[in-house]
Antibody, heavy 120, light 105 residues
Framework: QVDLVESGGGVVQPGRSLRLSCAASGFAFDKYGLHWVRQAPGKGLDWLAAISYNGNNEYYADTVKGRFTISRDNSKSAFYLQMNSLRVEDTAVYYC?????????????WGQGTLVTVSS | DIQMTQSPSTLSASVGDRVTITCRASQSISDWLAWYQQRPGKPPKLLIYDVSTLKSGVPSRFSGSGSATEFTLTISSLQPDDFATYYCQQDNTHWTFGPGTKVEI
């Protein structure tokens, strides 16, 4: 079965950086797109970024474009979210998710999430 | 960017009720529409993709319909496990979630 496990969350000061990781197993990792989605406390889901199966195409929400970078390492079945210039409003649970073949389509499997708290 | 809206934002219902949630897109998204269920403290779960295709293992009481800009999620007979928040999501142009509909007792 598909398993996605996030790590790297924690408390960070505004303006600092953090890198989240997602370890994947149970599927042909190098054939699927991958996503990051966040959820602020008590709020809805906020799609952040996606990367194509081979890493050649990246997609970002306007709210994080230029600050966040998604990447993947197919040799390790892992992908990442580099978050720079963090703001208080970036405080949220961050989920990694598996997308469709190549990248298109719905997010059919999700990790349990990792909490990022941006606070001074 | 494509914006998604959902109605109602909260829905009060009882076990056995038929429930319908509406999702609207700000422009046509063809059939690139998915529905997710999220219980408190848990990650979202994909229920339906491509408007009406049930993910394997999802009970048949869930169904989806619609096209272009207006879509619905229907639960034919609400079960105790179904009290949760439901999100629609478009994947026609990037990915955007609706604001969610909380189904409560």
């Amino acid at each position: 079965q598909v398993d996605l496990v996030e790590s790297g969350g924690g408390v960070v000061q505004p303006g600092r950086s953090l890198r989240l990781s997602c370890a994947a197993s149970g599927f042909a990792f190098d054939k699927y797109g991958l996503h990051w989605v966040r959820q602020a406390p008590g709020k809805g889901l906020d799609w952040l970024a996606a990367i194509s199966y081979n890493g050649n195409n990246e997609y970002y929400a306007d709210t994080v474009k230029g600050r966040f970078t998604i990447s993947r390492d197919n040799s390790k079945s892992a992908f990442y979210l580099q978050m720079n210039s963090l703001r208080v409003e970036d405080t949220a649970v961050y989920y990694c998710a598996k997308g469709g073949v190549v990248v298109a389509g719905a997010l059919d499997s999700w990790g349990q999430g990792t909490l990022v708290t941006v606070s001074s | 960017d494509i914006q998604m809206t959902q109605s109602p934002s909260t829905l009060s219902a009882s076990v056995g009720d038929r429930v319908t949630i509406t999702c609207r897109a700000s422009q046509s998204i063809s059939d690139w529409l998915a529905w997710y269920q999220q219980r408190p403290g848990k990650p979202p779960k994909l229920l339906i993709y491509d408007v009406s295709t049930l993910k394997s293992g999802v009970p048949s009481r869930f169904s989806g319909s619609g096209s272009a800009t207006e879509f619905t999620l229907t639960i034919s007979s609400l079960q105790p496990d179904d009290f949760a928040t439901y999100y629609c999501q478009q994947d026609n142009t990037h990915w955007t979630f609706g604001p969610g509909t909380k189904v409560e007792i």
